[in-house]
């Protein structure tokens, strides 16, 4: 099979692997920052890029020169560049691997691979238990017990599930392929993608047509297969080159489509007690539809006749994990309005320029309105984050003035004045009370010292949230999945004193954080707990981060009137405000 091309997620990859070759070689910033950068407008495309390469565009994009146009195209078109491979053959392939690790960087890397000729995680892990890494200028033997912990936590990673967010822009662009081919009637992701799973393994399509053999040779000969694994009557198998990842599309008749979706959408669980129910009333729900005792088919239009046939309440794909939804369906008491993105009003958590974004105020409020947004809560680092640029309180007053500028310069949409203010490690703030009453949204995030005992990390949100200048307790468990675990936490006793002090807690929507979880979500939303949705957003291309975030907080059961930033944006401020005087 001849390679195929690229989509702009495999080639915006590649880009950032050639910047952090260019740093191993040591090149100057500027070179290594237009590969990041392009990686960057690539990713934020909303045009078909192959398009852009066939019509010799590429160099209108910003920031893209006829040399990086011409890589870009060799990419898109060939599956691969010859620079890259050049780059890849002058270090041992194992170099990029330990780049992952955490808190490695390109000097760190490069420093052991000169120092001790260490190529591999499996030669860096060695090397640490023989004592020979604290023996390099820069490193110690905390350094050594410090990378084994993150050797240990990637090896837990490598080979799992893959995040949400890093899968779904790949699931969308298939989907948007399948659908405009002829004949298709409806086309759905199912499996983990469907329930809007924090991790997801395979991916699971599922079209309904006359016909399968079209739809099956889209997927066959779409941009970005790397490898097909084959391909029968009714479903074909590819391996994307982004990510490695396993797609599975099945293509039947659209009479059988809402029973095949519901099947393969799982949750497994789910799907035992539901059968389980269906057999009590004489019913046996499969795959390939749903049938009477005596054989005869129950015609299926979409999934929420299954549930009304079996008396229950429809249940939502994000909610299908067997945990208590079922008996809620059952009694009639499952929420009917989970929270849309489409309520969302405003985005929550972001950064720009001022500290470590990589937009400007004004960019930054233009994207987030075309997103059809009606403001934006600027939220800077605090002063105490010097390696992310965090302000003095200076930077923060003029930060406002520039603020007020763009709220004139961008008719329609508005600029929030706030701060993600450290949580110190005493569960002091990082300004002055007087700074912070100034402000109209103040988030409080714990970014270092994640090390602390349960009882010291607990206590110090405790003590955070007794400043009355608090509304909003940021990425409350500071997790990365598969990089960082969360810090040790007691969140009951957490939740109840937000509930105590109306303080709000953060469904942060950064794919690698989805933090609170869901299962922390509903156990705000069962103590009253007030929650806004955030992006997380360090630049245009984060904003769109909302839609994970909102997926969380479905999951975990929340409702529309359970996220404040559903409300426009002068509610919002007063919404806050009055949680906390309550």
């Known amino acids: ?52 390469v066939r019509e010799g565009r590429l160099q209108e994009l910003p920031g893209i020169g006829q040399g990086l146009a011409e890589k870009i195209s060799e990419l898109v078109t060939t599956g691969k560049l010859g620079f890259h491979e050049e780059l890849k053959a002058a270090f041992p392939s194992g170099l990029l691997e330990i780049l992952q690790l955490p808190d490695m960087g390109p000097k760190k890397a490069m420093a052991l691979w000169k120092e001790l000729g260490v190529g591999s995680v499996a030669e860096l892990e060695q090397a640490c238990r023989d004592g020979r890494v604290r023996g390099i200028k820069g490193f110690g033997a905390k350094s050594e017990a410090k990378i084994l912990e993150g050797i240990a936590l990637h090896q837990r990673a490598q080979g799992k599930r893959k995040l949400l967010g890093d899968v779904l822009p790949t699931v969308e662009g298939l989907l948007e392929r399948l659908k405009a081919v002829p004949g298709v009637v409806r086309v759905s992701p199912a499996g983990s993608v469907r329930r809007r799973a924090e991790t997801v393994g395979d991916v699971d399509l599922l079209a309904s047509a006359p016909e399968a053999s079209p739809a099956l040779e889209a997927l066959a000969n779409a941009p970005g297969v790397a490898v097909l694994i084959g391909k029968g009557e009714s479903k074909c198998s590819v391996r994307m080159v982004e990510g490695d990842l396993q797609v599975d599309l099945r293509v039947l008749p659209d009479e059988d489509f809402a029973t095949a979706l519901h099947h393969f959408t799982g949750s497994k669980a789910h799907h035992v007690r539901l059968r389980g129910i269906g057999q009590d009333q004489g019913f046996k ?17 979409d999934e929420a006749d299954i549930y009304k046939l079996l008396g229950m309440q429809y249940v939502p794909p994000e909610l299908r994990e067997d945990t208590g939804e079922i008996e809620a369906a059952l009694a009639g ?18 950064h720009s320029t001022w500290s470590d974004g990589k937009h400007s105020l004004e960019q930054m409020a233009r994207a987030a309105k075309a ?121 009951e006793a957490v939740l109840d004193r937000a509930a105590e002090r109306g ?25 009253g707990v007030k929650l806004v949705v955030s992006a997380d957003a360090h630049k245009i291309e984060d904003l769109p981060h909302l839609i994970f975030a909102v997926a969380t907080a479905r999951k975990g059961w929340a409702r529309k009137g359970d996220v404040l930033n559903t409300q426009p944006a002068d509610q919002f401020i007063r919404a806050l405000k009055a949680q906390r005087a309550r």
């Open 371 to 491: 997103l059809g947004l009606q403001y934006l809560t600027v939220t800077e680092h605090s002063q105490a984050a010097i390696y992310a640029g965090g302000l003095k309180e200076d930077d923060l007053k003029r930060q406002w003035e520039e603020i007020d500028r763009v709220n004139e310069a961008v008719p329609g949409f508005r600029l929030l004045k706030g701060i993600e203010v450290d949580i110190l490690e005493t569960g002091a703030l990082d300004y002055r009370d007087s700074v912070l009453e100034q402000l109209e949204v103040v988030i409080g995030s714990i970014h270092v010292r994640h090390s602390l005992n349960e009882e010291q990390m607990t206590q110090r949100l405790l003590n955070a949230m007794d400043n009355p200048c608090l509304n909003i307790i940021g990425h409350p468990t500071g997790r990365l999945i598969h990089e960082r675990d969360p810090y040790p936490l007691r969140m």
């Open 1 to 52: 099979m001849n390679p195929s091309p690229l989509d702009k997620n495999a080639v915006a990859k590649v880009l950032r692997e050639i910047s952090l070759l260019l740093q191993l070689k040591g090149e100057n910033a500027f070179k290594v920052r237009a590969y990041d950068t392009a990686a960057d407008r690539l990713l934020g495309l909303t045009q078909d890029l192959g398009a852009l």
């Open 333 to 350: 008491k499952l929420p009917e309005d989970l929270i849309e993105l489409e309520d969302v009003r405003g985005a929550v958590h972001s």
């Open 503 to 527: 303080v709000v807690m953060e469904v942060n929507g950064k794919p690698a954080r989805l933090d609170l979880k869901a299962e922390h979500v509903r156990m705000a939303v069962q103590r």
């Open 285 to 301: 729900i499969s795959e390939w539809g749903v049938h009477r005792s005596d054989g005869t088919k129950v015609p299926i239009r």
